[in-house]
């Protein structure tokens, strides 16, 4: 197993309160595996995310829970040493392309820093690295652009410098939190070809976090789903697709017009869900929840069958067919 | 998670939210209070002080350079000594504070009306106008305003309204940028868009929409300017270029000492400066909590 | 980048021109030229030879002309009180501004950018609130009375420090300076402290609000990502981008502190133009003054010129514009 | 029937000109010129009253633009705009004023599109006070009314809007609009900065106040998903142009244009899974510097020579149904999707 994380709880301690944005996360990542994160904005999926790689800026912090990379737990574990795994053994990718580089530095700069920083190589060694990284995510003339500036690309080719960037050290795992939101569909499916490949070409581990199911869908072997900062269910892609049991998934599968045939009616989810200060006891879904009963005042623990795991006193199970 | 922290912050006064903004700092409250002791005294104070500093019959040249705390020949006492025309120091300081707060504040607020006036103007036309009027903007930040003054005053003599006259030319550039700046942002926000679309008249989205939108950044301008001004003000004095001698400021009590700190009188020029520091400081403490709390993103300066 | 310098310099000619036409008028139209131009104490005949010769006579434009042309040629007139071109007089003193405004230059950005760091890399802390709250105390002083204290306590009370004057000079690199001398140093102290503060207050403001608007961003947390040590992402991802504020900030800032030496040579009796202007102000020697405003306001005006294109050059944005 | 609002052959350009600089960099031969941007090249597009039309795009395009020149708040450069088959430009004044007011906007960006310092009363109110639609101690009435008839708590009335979440700001949005009894609602991304399960619910309310008070909409949006769902027309712009045209259902289920197949196969759904991305080559040209001809082209798989010089003209390939591509003038040669669209259509 690459990546174990168990019951892990990231909380910002605000002078209002403490906002538990991640409150009892598990779940695991194998080998050349891709897991999609899914969720809505403030469900925590970007938290945790930050949090495997110990990048959470104050008020949060870790709070409890362990994260297992290869069997060794990475929370507690000093700045410095984390510094050795980042970009080393697992690498990250951002969401809007046009902040992720350096404005006032060359992509040679930003791309020779990140080999020197972790391997004793020669410049041009690490430039040659670089024009090979460049050229696996396909910008053309990789040797001629390693010159430029970030202005000078456009969002999609942005996206693809900092993929290199991220390969440039062979990760076992890429944590790539919404890489495609802010391109155009026909962009998205280019970056979507080239992550693909790549994975599957050097096994390596991927968490895609993103908002879209149907991203994810055409990409992850398994799903989480992400309500609140907890995972309401997961398992293998093709189980949760087509016999959801959590109540918040089928939500938002009825609720994505892209999902369904022409003319059938959207199903919304109603009300909104709790900002993380307001959070009650209890399932943080009920208060939506088509199928919510008095029993859900308490939260419901984990249940399984088959690998596909959900938090829910009142599962779909009947309707899945 | 940002945005959360910040909804707390938000209310709906804008006004509120400056007063508790100051509040919430011990440093700005004290600065404040400070701040309003200084104005009531430049006020009030000429009522209240023992001495006409001015009123050649009320001073006695006997008197002069009387280290703080001695007694007159009169009897009186005099907490912080006397100058070398034998007037009370504290006296002479209470309307020297009156004079340079008023210069200060009168251009200060000239400066803002025509400023901002310009400022808007030139964000709502755009083109040729804005064009012209950033250029002139451009032109006067381009030199210190210590230098501008003193090429003004050069010019046109010494003189309160020339002083007046001087700050208001050398501060005005400041708000234009700030307010055009601010009003450009705003225009290009979807509410301009839907006002118009919604059919209401342009002095209604300018004045009504806009300007409001562009308070911040003016008033932590304006507190800045203020005590810019009052700075500014009394080096001009200093350098005997500013304010007449029939109208004595801080600036020009604290030159009157100048020649006499060598030789150890230090208070003729001390407690003056001391006054201006402490007004100086506190209306900057003040800006400067206004502008954390109002517009963290404001340029310096 | 070539039309950025096209336009900046054009635009640059632009201002001197307009302010020789706003010192013309100045001097011309509003005072009385006679006045301005003659010393008061020449007889009726010496006036009457001077108006013509300076061919006050004349209409405004033609005047102007002249004055254009003379001005062209470094010919201001000649100073009443020393009787030498006024032009060749300001460059007499010009050393010693010049020599003050750099080293206070140096204080400010030595110690400015150090301490603004430290602020802005630990907000809210008493570290930073210590050094903020200073810095506005730096803004607030007035510093000429803050130049009085400066030689009430270091030359009166405790006598370490010379009070006036530049003291001895002596060469380096074929450049006269006080720096080359004990005497010229201790002489240099006061005054560059004095004229530094503002500027250095400045400084940490703006490097500290360049700190605190970088570090949010994602390109520092992505760097983060990357395995870079927190020490490569300071002092080349969050400085490479606030340098581009500072150096616009401190070359128009060079400017300023040539001016502020005005306040500081009057009051440390430094032998530079700021007290050459004052004194000729004072005593009405207006050639000197019209030749200081002209010669200073094309100064600055090349300063400006120069940091643009420094900035230009820093910032690859705006270098690479035209090849996009 | 007359159609509700008729664009004609409608261009607009930005043009940022040269100051003397850059002319006399230019004398001095260097390679610059006036920039030209065609946001907006030659559209026409008519819009018949209860219809709801689908405008589909990638960024750049010119969709937003077109939009704000239907909605009548940014003009256009060339071409006639009709409101009820009156030419715009020379209505007279009152009518030019009710026309303008009968087209209303709803935004992208729910925190910019209000006025952070107004109450919800007078963000709702203030047009029809100020026109004089109803007085002003009727107001506080009608804007309960309407922020009831949107979904929105009445007791509300007096906060300020950063006290409300995304979705529900933008159900302020639209009350703002229906307050000047709008027939015609532009929706220029209205739905795209919410979250799934909210803009759901706001896609919901759009329909039902379209039944309700007759409402015909501009649906702009670069989600064909939602515009599927929502529309009753679609047209598809590249570049400035629109490329194709047609009735939903006719279009969802044969689409022509080689660009729309693309776009259609690239829409990720949760049908497709562990899915081979096939993606279209290229980037989207800048608007600054179109590709001659066609201007997919460039990135088209079954391009020729023809396209690459002869702009392409919108025929009638079924009824309803235009199309811009030289494609369907070679018999058995159109294009025919490489993967099926059943994902989407």
């Known amino acids: 197993m690459t990546l174990k994380v168990e019951n892990l709880r990231t909380y910002f301690f605000t002078r209002a309160g403490v906002a538990k944005a991640v409150d009892g996360v598990s779940f695991e990542v194998g080998r050349g595996e891709i897991l999609g994160l899914v969720g809505e904005s403030g469900s925590g999926k970007s938290i945790t995310g930050f949090s495997v790689l110990g990048l959470v800026d104050p008020p949060g912090r870790v709070a409890g829970g362990r994260i297992l990379f290869h069997g060794e737990d990475l929370v507690g574990r000093s700045q410095g040493e984390m510094r050795t795994l980042r970009g080393k053994k697992i690498a990250m990718i951002f969401q809007d392309p046009m902040m992720t580089l350096n404005p006032v530095l060359s992509i040679e700069t930003q791309m020779v820093e990140t080999v020197r920083a972790h391997d004793r190589v020669s410049k041009a060694e690490a430039r040659a690295r670089a024009v090979e990284a460049l050229g696996l995510v396909g910008i053309p003339?990789?040797?001629?652009?390693?010159?430029?500036?970030?202005?000078?690309?456009?969002?999609?080719?942005?996206?693809?410098?900092?993929?290199?960037?991220?390969?440039?050290?062979?990760?076992?795992?890429?944590?790539?939190?919404?890489?495609?939101?802010?391109?155009?569909?026909?962009?998205?499916?280019?970056?979507?070809?080239?992550?693909?490949?790549?994975?599957?070409?050097?096994?390596?581990?991927?968490?895609?976090?993103?908002?879209?199911?149907?991203?994810?869908?055409?990409?992850?072997?398994?799903?989480?789903?992400?309500?609140?900062?907890?995972?309401?269910?997961?398992?293998?892609?093709?189980?949760?697709?087509?016999?959801?049991?959590?109540?918040?998934?089928?939500?938002?599968?009825?609720?994505?017009?892209?999902?369904?045939?022409?003319?059938?009616?959207?199903?919304?989810?109603?009300?909104?869900?709790?900002?993380?200060?307001?959070?009650?006891?209890?399932?943080?879904?009920?208060?939506?929840?088509?199928?919510?009963?008095?029993?859900?005042?308490?939260?419901?623990?984990?249940?399984?069958?088959?690998?596909?795991?959900?938090?829910?006193?009142?599962?779909?199970?009947?309707?899945?067919? | 998670?940002?945005?959360?922290?910040?909804?707390?912050?938000?209310?709906?006064?804008?006004?509120?939210?400056?007063?508790?903004?100051?509040?919430?700092?011990?440093?700005?409250?004290?600065?404040?209070?400070?701040?309003?002791?200084?104005?009531?005294?430049?006020?009030?104070?000429?009522?209240?002080?023992?001495?006409?500093?001015?009123?050649?019959?009320?001073?006695?040249?006997?008197?002069?350079?009387?280290?703080?705390?001695?007694?007159?020949?009169?009897?009186?006492?005099?907490?912080?000594?006397?100058?070398?025309?034998?007037?009370?120091?504290?006296?002479?300081?209470?309307?020297?504070?009156?004079?340079?707060?008023?210069?200060?504040?009168?251009?200060?607020?000239?400066?803002?009306?025509?400023?901002?006036?310009?400022?808007?103007?030139?964000?709502?036309?755009?083109?040729?106008?804005?064009?012209?009027?950033?250029?002139?903007?451009?032109?006067?930040?381009?030199?210190?305003?210590?230098?501008?003054?003193?090429?003004?005053?050069?010019?046109?003599?010494?003189?309160?309204?020339?002083?007046?006259?001087?700050?208001?030319?050398?501060?005005?550039?400041?708000?234009?940028?700030?307010?055009?700046?601010?009003?450009?942002?705003?225009?290009?926000?979807?509410?301009?868009?839907?006002?118009?679309?919604?059919?209401?008249?342009?002095?209604?989205?300018?004045?009504?929409?806009?300007?409001?939108?562009?308070?911040?950044?003016?008033?932590?301008?304006?507190?800045?300017?203020?005590?810019?001004?009052?700075?500014?003000?009394?080096?001009?004095?200093?350098?005997?270029?500013?304010?007449?001698?029939?109208?004595?400021?801080?600036?020009?009590l604290i030159a009157n000492g100048y020649q006499t700190l060598l030789s150890g009188q230090y208070w003729i020029s001390v407690y003056p400066g001391l006054l201006l520091l402490a007004l100086v400081f506190s209306i900057n403490i003040v800006g400067d909590r206004l502008r954390e709390v109002l517009n963290p993103r404001l340029s310096e300066r | 980048m070539t039309i950025f310098i096209i336009r900046r310099f054009s635009q640059s000619l632009f201002v001197v021109f307009l302010t020789s036409l706003l010192v013309f008028v100045g001097v011309y139209a509003i005072g009385n030229p006679v006045d301005i131009l003659i010393p008061a104490d020449a007889s009726f005949a010496e006036r009457e030879a001077a108006i013509r010769a300076l061919g006050l006579d004349r209409s405004l434009v033609a005047q102007y002309g002249t004055f254009l042309v003379n001005a062209l040629h470094g010919d201001f007139g000649r100073s009443f009180v020393f009787n030498q071109p006024a032009i060749s007089l300001i460059f007499q003193r010009l050393p010693a501004t010049l020599e003050l405004a750099f080293v206070a230059l140096a204080i400010a950005l030595v110690l400015g950018i150090p301490l603004g760091l430290i602020a802005g890399l630990k907000p809210r802390s008493v570290t930073d609130e210590t050094i903020m709250t200073g810095s506005i105390l730096g803004f607030s002083l007035p510093n000429f009375w803050q130049g009085?204290?400066?030689?009430?306590?270091?030359?009166?009370?405790?006598?370490?420090?010379?009070?006036?004057?530049?003291?001895?000079?002596?060469?380096?690199?074929?450049?006269?300076?006080?720096?080359?001398?004990?005497?010229?140093?201790?002489?240099?102290?006061?005054?560059?402290?004095?004229?530094?503060?503002?500027?250095?207050?400045?400084?940490?403001?703006?490097?500290?609000?360049?700190?605190?608007?970088?570090?949010?961003?994602?390109?520092?947390?992505?760097?983060?990502?990357?395995?870079?040590?927190?020490?490569?992402?300071?002092?080349?991802?969050?400085?490479?981008?606030?340098?581009?504020?500072?150096?616009?900030?401190?070359?128009?800032?060079?400017?300023?502190?040539?001016?502020?030496?005005?306040?500081?040579?009057?009051?440390?009796?430094?032998?530079g133009i700021g007290k050459l202007l004052i004194d000729s102000i004072t005593v009405l020697d207006r050639p000197v003054v019209v030749a200081y405003l002209l010669v200073v306001v094309t100064m600055f005006i090349f300063i400006n010129l120069a940091v643009d294109i420094v900035y230009s050059m820093l910032d690859p944005r705006i270098r690479l514009s035209e090849t996009q | 029937?007359?159609?509700?609002?008729?664009?004609?052959?409608?261009?607009?350009?930005?043009?940022?000109?040269?100051?003397?600089?850059?002319?006399?960099?230019?004398?001095?031969?260097?390679?610059?010129?006036?920039?030209?941007?065609?946001?907006?090249?030659?559209?026409?597009?008519?819009?018949?009253?209860?219809?709801?039309?689908?405008?589909?795009?990638?960024?750049?395009?010119?969709?937003?633009?077109?939009?704000?020149?239907?909605?009548?708040?940014?003009?256009?450069?060339?071409?006639?705009?009709?409101?009820?088959?009156?030419?715009?430009?020379?209505?007279?004044?009152?009518?030019?004023?009710?026309?303008?007011?009968?087209?209303?906007?709803?935004?992208?960006?729910?925190?910019?599109?209000?006025?952070?310092?107004?109450?919800?009363r007078d963000i709702i109110g203030e047009a029809p006070i100020a026109h004089g639609m109803v007085a002003r101690r009727d107001a506080a009435e009608m804007v309960t009314a309407l922020m009831q008839r949107v979904g929105l708590d009445p007791s509300y009335l007096n906060r300020y809007p950063h006290q409300f979440s995304g979705g529900q700001r933008q159900r302020i949005g639209i009350a703002r609009a229906l307050a000047v009894n709008p027939r015609f609602i532009i929706c220029d991304e209205s739905v795209s900065a919410l979250d799934v399960s909210i803009q759901a619910q706001i896609l919901n309310l759009f329909m039902e106040l379209k039944q309700e008070l007759g409402l015909t909409y501009l649906f702009i949006s670069h989600d064909l998903g939602v515009v599927k769902h929502i529309s009753d027309r679609v047209a598809i712009m590249y570049l400035g142009r629109i490329v194709e045209s047609a009735p939903a259902d006719a279009f969802f289920a044969a689409p022509n244009h080689p660009y729309t197949i693309a776009l259609l196969s690239e829409v990720p759904t949760i049908k497709q899974r562990k899915r081979q991305f096939n993606p279209v080559k290229g980037e989207i040209p800048s608007p600054l510097h179109p590709p001659s001809g066609c201007h997919f082209h460039p990135r088209c798989p079954h391009a020729f020579d023809r396209c690459r010089i002869e702009r392409p003209i919108l025929r009638e390939i079924a009824a309803g149904h235009v199309s811009a591509c030289h494609l369907n003038e070679m018999p058995g040669k159109a294009a025919s999707p490489a993967i099926p669209t059943t994902a989407i259509a």
Request: aromatic share 8%; charged share 15%.
């Open chain 4, 1 to 120: 029937m007359t159609p509700l609002v008729e664009a004609t052959s409608i261009s607009r350009r930005f043009t940022r000109g040269l100051d003397y600089a850059e002319r006399l960099a230019r004398f001095l031969g260097a390679d610059i010129e006036e920039r030209v941007v065609h946001a907006v090249d030659g559209v026409s597009l008519t819009i018949n009253p209860g219809e709801v039309v689908g405008l589909v795009g990638e960024s750049g395009c010119g969709k937003s633009t077109l939009g704000r020149i239907m909605a009548g708040i940014l003009p256009q450069s060339d071409g006639v705009m009709n409101w009820q088959g009156k030419d715009m430009s020379a209505l007279p004044r009152a009518e030019a004023k009710a026309a303008r007011l009968a087209s209303q906007m709803i935004f992208q960006d729910p925190m910019s599109s209000l006025n952070p310092r107004k109450t919800i």
């Open chain 2, 1 to 252: 998670m940002t945005a959360l922290t910040h909804r707390f912050q938000e209310s709906q006064s804008f006004w509120a939210r400056s007063l508790r903004g100051i509040l919430g700092s011990p440093k700005a409250t004290i600065a404040l209070a400070i701040c309003l002791i200084l104005i009531a005294t430049a006020i009030f104070g000429p009522a209240l002080v023992p001495q006409n500093p001015y009123d050649l019959a009320a001073i006695d040249f006997f008197d002069a350079r009387l280290p703080p705390m001695s007694n007159s020949m009169s009897g009186t006492t005099y907490w912080l000594g006397t100058d070398g025309q034998g007037r009370d120091m504290f006296s002479a300081m209470v309307y020297g504070l009156r004079t340079s707060m008023g210069v200060g504040l009168f251009s200060g607020v000239i400066a803002l009306a025509v400023g901002t006036a310009l400022g808007l103007t030139a964000a709502y036309y755009g083109g040729r106008i804005d064009t012209l009027i950033m250029r002139l903007v451009d032109l006067m930040l381009g030199f210190p305003t210590i230098l501008v003054a003193l090429m003004l005053l050069a010019l046109l003599g010494q003189g309160v309204w020339k002083v007046v006259l001087a700050l208001v030319i050398v501060q005005w550039a400041q708000f234009a940028r700030a307010v055009r700046a601010a009003a450009l942002i705003e225009r290009g926000k979807e509410y301009v868009e839907a006002a118009a679309s919604l059919g209401l008249s342009k002095p209604r989205i300018l004045f009504g929409h806009m300007l409001p939108n562009c308070l911040p950044p003016i008033i932590v301008i304006g507190t800045l300017q203020v005590a810019n001004a009052i700075s500014a003000e009394a080096t001009l004095s200093f350098l005997g270029i500013g304010l007449p001698i029939t109208e004595p400021s801080l600036g020009l």
């Open chain 3, 148 to 271: 009085m204290m400066l030689i009430m306590i270091f030359s009166v009370w405790l006598g370490w420090l010379p009070s006036s004057g530049r003291g001895e000079s002596g060469e380096i690199f074929g450049i006269t300076t006080s720096l080359a001398t004990w005497d010229g140093l201790a002489h240099l102290i006061l005054p560059a402290t004095n004229l530094a503060l503002f500027q250095l207050s400045l400084v940490i403001r703006l490097t500290r609000t360049g700190v605190r608007e970088t570090m949010p961003l994602d390109f520092i947390k992505f760097a983060r990502a990357k395995g870079l040590s927190e020490r490569r992402i300071i002092s080349v991802h969050v400085m490479k981008n606030i340098l581009i504020p500072i150096v616009t900030v401190v070359g128009m800032e060079f400017g300023s502190l040539i001016a502020f030496a005005v306040v500081t040579e009057t009051i440390f009796a430094w032998p």
């Open chain 1, 141 to 321: 003339s990789p040797d001629e652009r390693l010159a430029a500036y970030p202005h000078q690309f456009s969002g999609g080719m942005r996206q693809r410098v900092a993929i290199a960037i991220a390969l440039l050290h062979r990760p076992e795992l890429i944590i790539a939190d919404e890489p495609t939101t802010a391109l155009d569909v026909t962009i998205q499916s280019q970056i979507l070809a080239v992550i693909q490949g790549l994975s599957r070409d050097f096994g390596m581990s991927l968490i895609w976090i993103s908002h879209d199911l149907g991203v994810v869908a055409g990409l992850a072997h398994r799903i989480a789903v992400m309500y609140a900062g907890r995972i309401v269910e997961t398992g293998e892609t093709d189980t949760v697709l087509d016999s959801p049991v959590h109540p918040y998934t089928i939500g938002l599968m009825r609720s994505v017009p892209a999902n369904l045939e022409r003319g059938e009616p959207l199903t919304p989810i109603p009300g909104m869900a709790p900002p993380p200060l307001g959070r009650s006891a209890g399932c943080p879904f009920r208060l939506r929840c088509f199928a919510a009963t008095a029993a859900c005042e308490i939260e419901p623990e984990e249940a399984t069958a088959d690998g596909h795991r959900w938090r829910c006193f009142h599962p779909q199970i009947a309707r899945a067919a």
